[in-house]
RNA sequence: GGCAUCUUGGCCGAGUGGUUAGGCAGAGGUCUGCAAAACCUUGUACAGCGGUUCGAAUCCGCUAGAUGCCUCCA
């Protein structure tokens, strides 16, 4: 029995506005296509908290039992600068700035974010196919959207034709707008277009004679549009209809827009069944710009050498803080709720590390069952983290209360209660233990226990003294005594 | 300028038409040689102005602010 029978999930789909049950296409399986990074800058820290949303989904999914396939696209190719015949690709761009060849920037970047994800120990997708990689797919693609009389060719450059689209179909039905209010909003682009109207976007461009990225086509040498790629190996992995798709919320418009409309073109049906948007990162209140200089990369973060934030944060802290509040709301970085968040952090995985000592009562003061279920309904609602945290504390609580024998609980609720805030913490939530890591090291703790030890001998001589430069000492380099009714602890931090 | 989303107690951050979110910080208590940790107790918030309703912070409208997209930045 997979537990996605008894575990029913909703989620908000971006394209009805709502809440809706989750029914995958094909029982027991769901495909789910997240939007990548592009690869000629260090990963972006919004980047990564979307992906972090992501990951935590997909964690859940594949908790439940269901087989997923997710999809994360590298985009190696690089988007369009503009649409106006001078545009530029992004990679072409940067490579001739540092004078290296465009697949070397695609390669340490592509270490670079691969390294990043690992460091905040997200699980690798089941695929993760580059651009550059189907060329042939998107020059396919494009010859269906062509052959279908959505599109139209100018001096070796395909475009689609928005209008015409918008004749059958809603052009804007994913962002809540219509076409007519995009005319009228439009500005005058100063520069000629080919295009026949401003809305329309390109499929292929036509590659310039300085331009090295470029691939032979049917309409001449060129590379890729800035949305065709997500829809030629998202339909290629997954399906012309799938299952998820998800990104950030800036890609709504007209990044996935887009792509609605070139599956439709194309193959005559929307692609996504539940599209999903993660909201945006900002740093103190404001929005991260690189112009602003009001930004921070993951290294930065992590390494606690930025000018923003007062000391270092694990990885596992910055999953949890991200964890506390949810993915469709606006995330706020601070000194402050990091610093809040590494307490609570610290707390609850001193509860978990807490249980491994606790020892079965005859009965349970607490019903561990229905606490249980409890935290799948907080993530069956759209994956609400935050709730599900709120009853990660509520466990932490028990825990101390059992260690001072104010609750019980049989040996039985103790295993079910360890399981399942194991599977939560670390399988869903993705966290990773670090107390018990750093108190793994075995010839540390007997160190410590050693010390304990002297310290427990000098109190009973009344040798405060002694007893309380063993404690303020240890607590000087990060490990702190704590004393109980049945003897001391320690916690590294 | 247009469209969209959001605005919660000292801070962060959930949620609901009438019942406790949770975390951090603060206060009091238990424990302790003193502490720390842990536990117990404690705060009655929902931008402003109107409206719908027996009742709204939760629904509707307007105003203000923030954010996103429309324009290179995830």
Redesign the pocket.
């Known amino acids: 029995m997979q537990l996605y029978k008894d575990q029913q999930i909703h989620v908000f789909n971006s394209l009805s506005?709502q809440k809706e049950r989750f029914q995958p296409i094909v029982e027991g399986h769901v495909g789910m296509y997240v939007c990548g990074p592009?690869v000629y800058?260090n990963v972006?820290l919004?980047?990564v908290?979307?992906f972090m949303s992501f990951d935590m989904i997909f964690r859940y999914l594949k908790h439940l039992g269901f087989k997923v396939r997710y999809v994360r696209n590298i985009t190696d190719a690089g988007?369009l600068?503009?649409d106006a015949d001078e545009g530029e690709d992004k990679i072409t761009k940067k490579a001739r700035l540092e004078k290296i060849e465009p697949m070397e920037v695609v390669q340490r970047y592509t270490v670079d974010f691969h390294n990043v994800l690992d460091i905040f120990n997200f699980l690798p997708p089941s695929i993760e196919p580059t651009a550059t990689g189907h060329i042939i797919e998107q020059i396919e693609l494009v010859k269906s959207i062509m052959d279908n009389g959505f599109a139209y060719e100018v001096n070796g450059s395909v475009y689609f034709d928005v209008h015409k689209f918008n004749e059958t179909e809603h052009y804007g039905k994913l962002?809540?707008?219509n076409l007519e209010?995009?005319v009228h909003?439009?500005?005058a682009l100063d520069g000629q277009s080919d295009k026949k109207n401003?809305q329309d976007f390109a499929l292929w461009k036509r590659a310039e004679a300085q331009h090295i990225m470029r691939w032979p086509s049917p309409w001449g040498d060129g590379f890729p549009g800035w949305h065709l790629e997500c829809t030629a190996m998202s339909t290629k992995y997954l399906g012309d209809k799938f299952d998820i798709h998800g990104g950030?919320?800036?890609?709504k418009?007209?990044h996935h827009e887009c792509e609605i409309a070139q599956n439709e073109a194309a193959k005559g049906c929307s692609p996504v069944n539940y599209w999903m948007h993660a909201n945006?990162?900002?740093l103190n209140?404001?929005?991260?710009?690189?112009?602003t200089g009001n930004t921070v990369n993951p290294h930065e973060l992590l390494s606690g050498d930025n000018k923003f934030f007062s000391k270092a944060y694990s990885p596992s802290v910055i999953r949890f803080f991200n964890a506390?509040?949810?993915y469709r709301?606006?995330?706020?970085l601070?000194d402050?709720?990091l610093?809040?968040?590494e307490?609570?952090f610290h707390?609850l995985m001193?509860a978990i590390n807490l249980l491994e000592e606790l020892k079965g009562d005859s009965s349970s003061t607490f019903n561990v069952q229905e606490w249980k279920q409890k935290c799948y309904d907080a993530m069956n609602d759209?994956f609400?983290t935050?709730?599900l945290?709120?009853h990660l504390?509520?466990a932490?609580?028990l825990i101390?209360?059992i260690?001072?024998n104010?609750a019980s609980l049989t040996s039985e609720d103790l295993g079910l209660l360890k399981q399942t805030l194991h599977d939560f913490s670390f399988d869903v939530l993705g966290l990773m233990n670090i107390t018990e890591m750093n108190t793994g090291a075995d010839k540390l703790s007997g160190a410590i226990e050693l010390l304990i030890e002297l310290r427990q001998q000098a109190?009973l001589n009344k040798d405060?003294a002694m007893?309380?430069k063993i404690?303020d000492e240890l607590a000087a380099v990060g490990i702190?005594?704590?004393?109980?009714?049945d003897g001391t602890t320690f916690t590294i931090n």
């Open positions: 506005g592009t800058s972006h919004g980047n908290r979307t988007h600068e503009n962002s809540k707008r209010d995009l909003n439009t500005r401003p950030g919320m800036d890609l418009f007209p945006m990162l900002q209140g404001q929005r991260m710009s690189k112009t506390q509040s949810s709301s606006v995330l706020d601070t402050n709720g610093q809040a968040s307490k609570g707390r001193d759209d609400n935050p709730i945290i709120a504390f509520e932490a609580k101390n209360q260690k001072d104010k109190r405060f007893s309380d404690r702190q005594l704590k004393d109980g009714k």
